[in-house]
């Protein structure tokens, strides 16, 4: 395979710190590799993805070499095009008004003739099976679609290497698979190399050639993915030993650590099978006055468009934390936005109890909520705020700019900012989004004692896992309406394919009373029910 990218003992330095974002890395990208890159929230990662393209490389002093070997002249538009970068955030990169125009606006850039470009877009959209979409504004199309036409606005372009930043972080579970399913075939079928940062690693280790994990800096050598696997799961107290699959933590807990540990759903299901008898471990946990009632509520944004919302009823238990699941564009974000006063309901009531409970409400982007200029300025601001950002290991962070901070650490300092508000109902819109899993366990903890100190949280989230381990009720929204609403450990246990892993690898054979409520406990009557 021919090398695109070279890094060799590269570190990079952001204006005025003495200690680098990357740290002395090297590394090796070839044509058609697919790697995933790793790591806690803060440790770099998003800065090494931009600095293997020049053109969005940040501002800063650079040591070390960064050799690209795609084209002869790579300054030129041409060979910028050779590298693409899909964002976090869809909404960021889009740039025109319709999708075609959308897929069309870089091959123009690049000078291609009227002809190609219609060749180019036709062909991109049939592949990724976005061609019914091409003549939609894009503000009328979903969050998952949106990240589907930034894939294909820049494979239209053809490049040697595709680098993504968290590009499901946003998504809800059924997208994710969707998205990273069509990711795997631009790697296999195309040929293009890929590189993706990604907290939620279940569904990629399969699937990906090498695993990086990044750490303060610095990163570890490339290790093929079940290996890399089994180098966590040999020690416990890793901070990334729940982000491993679910197929991968039965294995582990049941004393099955060879080189053959599963890593899919399938692999889970045939190890459960060739188990030997006795007890069966299951190392995911999955748990079993109204503070307000909605009564079919119904909601839309202008006359002329549908409903949002659709007839919701919906009551939330007072001391409970509530999971609200639900696809892109389901109206789970709408919802919030009435319960907080943002928005007001077109037909239908919601019913508080009195006293109205006093209510703070953590944004989907928690950047509307910086208005200070330092981050120590921020969490001074709210009473209560700075003992938790301390405990959020937001302290080396203290005297940058919010609008500095990457993605999980705005999130963990707007986290941090509504707590302090000490509330009676905490609304938080896609809390675990860009959190690497020791700070999602983190936050589990925060939330858990809130409640056990009188409060009441209502998220949403598309990080089934979480929800599932932490919460103790989940509802579906779907189709503007609640369609299931149960205590988690029914929820998942009902459902076949908006559920855990670990869920789909019993099959089933779990009855409600048998899913464990603590962590390891032992399954005994499993094989009884084979």
């Given amino acids: 395979m021919n090398e695109l990218v070279q890094l060799s003992h590269f570190s990079f330095y952001y204006p005025k710190r003495t200690s680098p974002a990357v740290r002395d890395v090297t590394l090796t990208i070839k044509s058609g590799e697919f790697f995933l890159l790793c790591g806690s929230s803060g440790c770099g990662k998003s800065t090494l993805l931009r600095s293997l393209k020049p053109q969005i490389t940040p501002h800063g002093v650079i040591e070390g070499e960064r050799t690209f070997k795609l084209s002869k002249n790579f300054d030129t538009d041409q060979t910028a095009s050779e590298i693409g970068f899909v964002f976090q955030d869809p909404e960021n990169q889009i740039v025109t008004d319709t999708v075609s125009h959308e897929l069309s606006f870089g091959l123009e850039n690049l000078g291609l003739p009227p002809a190609e470009i219609r060749q180019r877009v036709a062909e991109t959209a049939l592949f990724l099976g976005i061609d019914h979409l091409i003549q939609k504004p894009v503000n009328e199309i979903s969050g998952g679609e949106k990240q589907l036409l930034n894939l294909a606005a820049i494979l239209a372009m053809r490049p040697k290497l595709l680098l993504l930043d968290e590009p499901t972080a946003q998504l809800d579970p059924v997208a994710a698979k969707h998205f990273l399913e069509l990711l795997l075939r631009v790697n296999r079928e195309m040929g293009i190399a890929v590189m993706v940062s990604e907290h939620c690693m279940e569904d990629l280790l399969p699937i990906c050639d090498q695993v990086c994990l990044m750490e303060r800096g610095a990163l570890h050598m490339p290790l093929p993915p079940r290996e890399f696997v089994r180098n966590i799961m040999e020690n416990s107290s890793h901070p990334f030993w729940e982000a491993m699959p679910a197929a991968s933590r039965i294995a582990a807990q049941n004393g099955a650590l060879d080189e053959k ?67 892109n564009g389901a109206g789970k974000s709408t919802l919030f936005q009435l319960l907080s006063g943002e928005l007001f309901p077109q037909r239908g009531s919601i019913k508080w109890k009195h006293p109205k409970p006093r209510t703070a409400f953590l944004w989907q982007e928690p950047k509307a909520m910086f208005s200070r200029d330092t981050v120590r300025e921020e969490l001074v601001s709210q009473n209560g705020a700075l003992e938790l950002g301390l405990k959020m290991g937001l302290k080396p962070l203290f005297e940058r700019h919010p609008y500095d901070l990457s993605g ?34 983190l936050l589990a903890e925060l939330l858990d004692r809130y409640r056990q100190q009188g409060g009441t949280v209502l ?72």
């Fill in 261 to 327: 540990i599963p890593l899919t759903v399938r692999e889970g299901r045939v190890f459960l099978q060739n188990f030997p008898e006795g007890e069966i471990k299951l190392p995911v946990c999955l748990k079993m006055d109204s503070i307000f009632s909605c009564k079919e509520i119904w909601f839309r944004y202008r006359k002329e468009l549908p409903f949002v919302l659709r007839g919701v009823d919906f009551s939330l238990h007072s001391g409970k934390i509530h999971a609200l699941l639900g696809g």
């Fill in 408 to 441: 999980g650490e705005q999130q963990r300092l707007g986290i941090a900012l509504v707590l302090g508000i000490q509330p009676d109902l905490l609304l938080l819109d896609e809390p675990t989004k860009g959190l690497d899993p020791w700070n999602k366990k």
């Fill in 459 to 530: 998220l949403t989230t598309h990080d089934v896992e979480f929800a599932a381990r932490f919460c103790d009720e989940c509802s579906l929204l779907f189709g503007g309406r609640i369609v299931s609403s149960a205590p988690t450990r029914t929820f998942f246990s009902a459902n076949a394919l908006y559920t855990t892993n670990a869920a789909r690898i019993m099959n089933g054979k779990i009855k409600n009373g048998l899913l464990c409520e603590d962590v390891g406990q032992g399954l005994k009557t499993y094989k009884n029910q084979l």
